[in-house]
């Protein structure tokens, strides 16, 4: 299933597709009531991804945008960001999550960054128990360098994962 879905870098052609997929989950799968202005990397996501290290990619199949993930460089360090796949897609059957973490950890490590962390919410079983099946280690708040934790994720975070490179 997931051979038929290809992961490319984001353009601006994708906007559109990309807000609505992850404001969609967030608010009616999620039951996050974030708005674009509490998610700095929606309002301007080709600014936000820039520098040595950043990018943000999309999952289509055919013109359809179905997930989204991003990996956010600051200090040598990668921050993983806005995963997000259309429900129809989802699952160990397709392969999908595991394709984007991938492409996520290949790009970090062709950039030389030290490590990638993230930040979930804790009533996110499913999506926490695929980050530990996939060699991600929990930590604490305290555990996450402050200048990744000041700038790089939302309100509804309240879990952090770390995986070395």
Not at 86 to 101: K, N, Q, V
Not at 129 to 152: A, C, H
Request: with cysteine.
């Amino acid at each position: 299933m997931a051979g038929n879905m290809i992961i490319v870098p984001y353009s601006a052609q994708y906007e559109a597709q990309c807000l609505h997929l992850i404001e969609d989950i967030q608010k009616n799968e999620m039951n996050l009531t974030l708005g674009r202005a509490d998610q700095e990397e929606l309002m301007h996501i080709n600014s936000y991804y820039t520098g040595a290290g950043s990018c943000f990619w999309v999952v289509l199949a055919g013109d359809t945008v179905i997930g989204t993930i991003g990996l956010k460089a600051t200090h040598g360090i990668g921050v993983l960001k806005k995963m997000y796949i259309h429900a129809d897609h989802r699952g160990a059957h397709t392969g999908l999550a595991a394709r984007m973490l991938a492409t996520v950890i290949d790009h970090a490590r062709d950039n030389q960054l030290k490590f990638v962390c993230l930040g979930t919410n804790s009533t996110l079983a499913r999506a926490r128990r695929f980050y530990e099946k996939n060699g991600w280690t929990q930590i604490d708040r305290k555990d996450v360098p402050e200048p990744v934790l000041d700038s790089s994720f939302n309100i509804a975070d309240d879990t952090f994962y770390k995986i070395d490179l």
